[in-house]
């Protein structure tokens, strides 16, 4: 089985930073693609990166965290941190790390439907 936990979440300054990890307690991340998530206010949940953890191919990011955030596994802890840095106020809302248990590699989107496990999400708040 598959138990996304995530944690890291919390309030700073726009500018600042934080690190949020997502750890899988019962199975391996490696060769699984991850992906993260994040539902800020009057929107929908969107996906905005994802890596398939260990094969060397670089994350994907969408433009709007493209040189801000970063996505580190750690294949000895099963464990996948996002680094974000320069946090902005439209950052702000409930990060969600997902993993893919299903086929090989990555799909070439980044939709809910394309993983089936979720964390539980972590609240984000950068303020002005």
């Known amino acids: 089985q598959v138990h996304l936990e995530e944690s890291g979440g919390g309030s700073v300054q726009a500018g600042g930073s934080l690190r949020l990890s997502c750890t899988n307690s019962?199975?391996?991340?490696?060769?699984?693609?991850m992906g993260w998530f994040r539902q800020t206010p009057g929107k929908e949940r969107e996906g905005f990166a994802r890596?398939?953890?260990?094969?060397?191919?670089?994350?994907y990011y969408a433009d709007s965290v493209k040189g801000r955030f970063i996505v580190i596994p750690d294949n000895a802890k099963d464990t996948m941190y996002l680094q974000m840095n320069d946090l902005k106020p439209e950052d702000s809302g409930v990060y969600f790390c997902?993993?893919?248990?299903?086929?090989?590699?990555?799909?070439?989107?980044?939709?809910?439907?394309?993983?089936?496990?979720w964390g539980q999400g972590t609240q984000v708040t950068a303020s002005s």
């Open positions: 997902a993993a893919r248990f299903v086929g090989s590699g990555c799909p070439r989107g980044l939709q809910e439907s394309d993983f089936q496990y």
């Open positions: 019962r199975n391996s991340i490696s060769r699984r693609c």
């Open positions: 890596i398939f953890v260990g094969d060397g191919e670089a994350p």
